[in-house]
T-cell receptor, first 113, second 114 residues
Framework: NAGVTQTPKFQVLKTGQSMTLQCAQDMNHNSMYWYRQDPGMGLRLIYYSASEGTTDKGEVPNGYNVSRLNKREFSLRLESAAPSQTSVYFC????????????FGPGTRLTVL | GESVGLHLPTLSVQEGDNSIINCAYSNSASDYFIWYKQESGKGPQFIIDIRSNMDKRQGQRVTVLLNKTVKHLSLQIAATQPGDSAVYFCAEILYSGGYQKVTFGTGTKLQVIP
C-alpha cells in the first residue's frame, strides 16, 4: 500500500494563478483532510471530508476550495493564489471508527510569488 | 478558546538518555491524544496515542502519560537515539458527528547529541 500520496511535491505560482493539489489514499478511509503548515505554527485544518460526498470548512478555509472526487481522492484548489498561501500543504486520512490516527502524505511545498 | 500547547520549543538530550516532551491542553472534553513525529521534509508520523480514560500507555521505547487533573500530556522516549531527532507534536482529538476535530500543538524540536 502506498498510503497517502500527494502531487505535486513542489510548486511555484505567481499571484493570481490557480492550481489544484491532488491527494489520494489507498487505505479505504472514510475521512480525509487538508492542512497547511507554516514556520513556527502547528498544522491548521483548511477543509475536511468526513465521508465521500461531504466536505466542510476547517479553521482556515478562505481562498481554498475542495472536491471529494470519490472515496480515494480529495483535491484542494487555489482559485487565485496569494503570497499568504505560501506554505507546506499536507493531506491526511483516517478511519474514525478504528481509532484516532491520521495518516499523512509527504506534503506539497507551495511558493506564491 | 481551546488550545494545545507545548512548554518547551527545543529540547537537547545526550544520546542514550531519556527524553521527556511536554504538552498542555485546555479542552477537557477531548476523547483522544496523539503524539506525532515529523522529520525534516516529511509529513507527521504517528507515534502513540492515549484515550482520555487512560493515564498511561507504553509502546516500544515510548510512553505517554496523561494527567487530566492538570490537563497535561507527556511523551517519554527511553534511550534516545540520533534517529529520534525530529519535531514532536501533540494533538488533541474530539469526535463530533463522525468527524475528528484535531487541534495540533506547535511542536517541540528534539535534538539528540551524539
Amino acid at each position: 500500500n502506498a498510503g497517502v500520496t500527494q502531487t505535486p511535491k513542489f510548486q511555484v505560482l505567481k499571484t493570481g494563478q490557480s492550481m489544484t493539489l491532488q491527494c489520494a489514499q489507498d487505505m479505504n478511509h472514510n475521512s480525509m483532510y487538508w492542512y497547511r503548515q507554516d514556520p513556527g505554527m502547528g498544522l491548521r485544518l483548511i477543509y475536511y471530508s468526513a465521508s465521500e460526498g461531504t466536505t466542510d470548512k476547517g479553521e482556515v478555509p478562505n481562498g481554498y476550495n475542495v472536491s471529494r472526487l470519490n472515496k480515494r481522492e480529495f483535491s484542494l484548489r487555489l482559485e487565485s493564489a496569494a503570497p499568504s498561501q505560501t506554505s507546506v500543504y499536507f493531506c491526511a486520512s483516517s478511519e474514525v471508527t478504528s481509532g484516532g490516527e491520521q495518516f499523512f502524505g509527504p506534503g506539497t511545498r507551495l511558493t506564491v510569488l | 478558546g481551546e488550545s494545545v500547547g507545548l512548554h518547551l520549543p527545543t529540547l537537547s538530550v545526550q544520546e542514550g538518555d531519556n527524553s521527556i516532551i511536554n504538552c498542555a491542553y485546555s479542552n477537557s472534553a477531548s476523547d483522544y491524544f496523539i503524539w506525532y513525529k515529523q522529520e525534516s521534509g516529511k509529513g507527521p508520523q504517528f507515534i502513540i496515542d492515549i484515550r482520555s480514560n487512560m493515564d498511561k500507555r507504553q509502546g516500544q521505547r515510548v510512553t505517554v502519560l496523561l494527567n487530566k487533573t492538570v490537563k497535561h500530556l507527556s511523551l517519554q522516549i527511553a534511550a534516545t537515539q540520533p534517529g529520534d531527532s525530529a519535531v514532536y507534536f501533540c494533538a488533541e482529538i474530539l469526535y463530533s458527528g463522525g468527524y475528528q476535530k484535531v487541534t495540533f500543538g506547535t511542536g517541540t524540536k528534539l535534538q539528540v547529541i551524539p
